[in-house]
C-alpha cells in the first residue's frame, strides 16, 4: 500500500510538473504573437546563442565528422565496402551527428547560462523589479529567448552540418587515399533534401527545448545561490534527456517507414 | 459619510497570506494617508516584504481587502493591473537594478520617447538623488553599494508615481551611507508630496523617514502611531523592538528559550 502511494504521488507529481511546463511554454508562445516585442532583446539573444556559440558547435561537428569517417572506413573495409564512407557519412551527420551533437554542444552553454541568469534575476528581485516597471518577465526574458533559440539553431546545424561532412572529407582525402572530387561528388548524390528538411526541424525544436528549460528552471529558481545551482544543473539535464527524446521521435516519424 | 480628504490613499483591511504551514499575514489592517511617510517595523521574517508585494499585485492575498484611492485593487488583471501599478515605485532591498543595462537604462526603464529624451531624464533623476552624469553610461556592477542604492532610488522615482515603496532602504549600508539615503528619502517625500511606505528594523532609518509607524508582530499591526509617540509607548513589543533588548515577547525566528 505505501509502493502503491508513494508511485501515486510521484506520478502525481510528475504531471503537475509536466502542466507547469505546458503552462509556462504556452504563455510564452502567446507573448510571442502579441505585441509589444522587444527586437533589441532578439536580435542580442541571437548573437549570444548563435554566434557565440559558433565555435563550440563547428570544433564539435569537425572532430566527430573526421572519428565518423574513420569508424565507418575500418568498419567497411572488413566486407570491401570502404567506399561507402562518404554517403555514410554525410547520412550520419545530417540526419543525426549534425543536429543532436549541436543540439547538446548549445544545451550545455546556453541552457545553463539562461537558468543562471534568469535565475540570479528572481533570486535578486530583478524579476519583481521588471514586473513593478510594468513590463511583461515573460515578454522581455522569455519570449526572446525562445525565439532567438529556434531561429538560430537551425543555422547553426547548417554550418555543423558542413564541418561535419568537411571534417569526413578531410581525414578521407588526407589520411584514407580518397580522390577529393569523387568524394565531394558521392557526398552530393547521397545527400537527399529530406535529410536536410529534417535536420533543420530538429534544429529547431532543439531550440525550442533549450530555450524554454532553461528559462522554466531559471525563472522559478529560489533558495538563493544553491537554487540558482540547481536550476542551471536541472536546465542542462532536462535539456539532453528532451533533445534525445525529440531526436528519436523525429527519427521515428520522418525516417521510421 | 467621509470626505474625499479622509480617503486613504492605500489601505488594507483584514489581509491574510498563508505559504504552506505559515500564516505570515494574519488580518492586517493599515491605512496611509496621501503625502504621508509610515514606516512599517518588525522583526525579520514577520512578513513585511510579502506586504509590500501583495499590494503590489506581486503575491496574491488570501483573503481581505487591498484599496488604492478607495478602489478595490485585488485580483486586477492585464491593463487595469498595469494602470495599478503605474502608481507605485519601488526600491527593493538590494536594489534590484539590471545587470545587462547601464545605469542610465535602468533609471529611465519605464520612461518612454526616444533614447535622447529618456537620457536626459535619467541624468535629472539622477541629480536629484546626488549622482553626476558621469555614471550614467556605468554599469551596475561598477558602483559601490550606496550608488546602486541611489540609483535604484532615482529609479524608483523616475516616473513620478503618487506612491512610493522602500524595501530596507538602508539594508547592507555603513551608518554614514544609511544617513545619506535616509536624508535623500525624506527631501523625495517632501519635494516630490509623494505617499510613502517604508519597512525596515533599522531605527536610525524610522527617525528619519516617518511620518507615522506602525509595527507588525504575529501577522497583524499591533500598533501604529505617530514618530513622536513611539518612544513614549507603553506596547511591550514596541518597547523590546526599539531597544533592541533580547529580553521581552519578541522571540526571534528560531531561537527557543
Not at chain 1, 509536466?18 to 542580442?44: D, E, K, M, N, S
Not at chain 1, 567506399?83 to 549534425?98: C, F, N
Not at chain 2, 512610493?164 to 538602508?170: C, R, S, V, Y
Not at chain 2, 549600508?173 to 536624508?183: E, G, M, S
Amino acid at each position: 500500500m505505501t509502493a502503491l502511494v508513494a508511485i501515486g504521488s510521484a506520478v502525481i507529481a510528475a504531471l503537475a510538473a509536466i502542466g507547469r511546463l505546458a503552462r509556462f511554454a504556452g504563455t510564452a508562445l502567446l507573448r510571442l504573437v502579441q505585441p509589444p516585442w522587444y527586437p533589441a532583446q532578439i536580435a542580442q539573444q541571437m548573437w549570444l546563442i548563435g554566434w557565440l556559440s559558433l565555435p563550440v558547435v563547428g570544433l564539435t561537428a569537425l572532430f566527430t565528422g573526421s572519428a565518423l569517417a574513420q569508424q565507418i572506413f575500418i568498419g567497411g573495409s572488413r566486407f570491401n565496402a570502404a567506399s561507402t564512407v562518404p554517403a555514410v557519412t554525410v547520412i550520419g551527420v545530417v540526419r543525426e551527428l549534425g543536429p543532436v551533437l549541436g543540439g547538446l554542444m548549445v544545451a550545455g552553454r546556453v541552457a545553463s547560462a539562461m537558468a543562471a541568469e534568469l535565475g540570479t534575476m528572481r533570486v535578486t528581485e530583478q524579476i519583481d523589479a521588471l514586473v513593478t516597471l510594468r513590463t511583461d518577465p515573460f515578454r522581455w526574458l522569455v519570449a526572446p529567448r525562445i525565439l532567438a533559440a529556434v531561429l538560430v539553431m537551425p543555422a547553426l546545424v547548417l554550418v555543423s552540418n558542413a564541418l561535419g561532412v568537411a571534417g569526413g572529407w578531410l581525414l578521407a582525402t588526407q589520411r584514407l587515399g580518397f580522390n577529393s572530387a569523387q568524394y565531394l561528388a558521392t557526398t552530393a548524390r547521397y545527400l537527399e533534401a529530406d535529410d536536410v528538411i529534417s535536420s533543420l526541424v530538429k534544429a529547431a525544436v532543439f531550440g525550442f527545448i533549450i530555450a524554454v528549460m532553461g528559462c522554466y528552471h531559471g525563472y522559478h529558481s529560489g533558495g538563493g545561490a544553491a537554487g540558482v545551482g540547481r536550476a542551471t544543473t536541472n536546465a542542462v539535464v532536462s535539456s539532453f534527456i528532451l533533445i534525445l527524446l525529440a531526436n528519436l521521435i523525429i527519427t521515428v516519424i520522418v525516417f521510421g517507414s | 459619510m467621509s470626505s474625499p480628504r479622509a480617503m486613504p490613499r492605500l489601505e488594507l483591511a483584514g489581509v491574510k497570506k498563508r505559504f504552506g504551514a505559515r500564516q505570515v499575514l494574519d488580518g492586517v489592517d493599515l491605512a496611509v494617508m496621501p503625502g504621508e511617510s509610515l514606516v512599517i517595523i518588525g522583526g525579520s521574517g514577520t512578513g513585511k516584504s510579502v506586504t509590500l508585494k501583495c499590494i503590489l499585485g506581486l503575491i496574491p492575498i488570501d483573503a481581505g481587502a487591498i484599496r488604492v484611492d478607495g478602489g478595490d485593487v485585488v485580483g486586477l488583471k492585464g491593463a487595469a493591473l498595469d494602470a495599478h501599478r503605474a502608481r507605485f515605485g519601488m526600491l527593493f532591498q538590494g536594489g534590484a537594478l539590471f545587470d545587462s543595462l547601464p545605469v542610465w537604462r535602468n533609471v529611465s526603464f519605464a520612461l518612454g520617447g526616444s533614447a535622447a529624451d529618456r537620457k536626459a531624464a535619467a541624468i535629472d533623476n539622477l541629480a536629484r538623488v546626488g549622482l553626476g552624469a558621469e555614471v550614467a553610461d556605468l554599469r551596475p556592477s561598477e558602483l559601490s553599494g550606496g550608488m546602486q542604492k541611489r540609483v535604484a532610488l532615482a529609479r524608483a522615482i523616475a516616473a513620478r508615481p503618487p506612491i512610493i515603496f522602500f524595501d530596507e532602504p538602508t539594508a547592507g549600508l555603513d551608518p554614514i551611507t544609511a544617513a545619506v539615503i535616509n536624508r535623500l528619502i525624506r527631501e523625495l517625500v517632501s519635494d516630490l508630496k509623494i505617499t510613502a511606505l517604508t519597512i525596515t528594523h533599522d531605527m536610525a532609518s524610522v527617525r528619519h523617514v516617518a511620518d507615522r509607524v506602525a509595527m507588525l508582530h504575529g501577522g497583524r499591526i499591533i500598533w501604529q502611531g505617530p514618530l513622536a509617540a513611539l518612544d513614549g509607548c507603553d506596547n511591550p513589543y514596541v518597547r523590546q523592538f526599539i531597544t533592541g533588548s533580547p529580553d521581552g515577547p519578541i522571540q526571534p525566528l528560531g531561537v527557543k528559550r
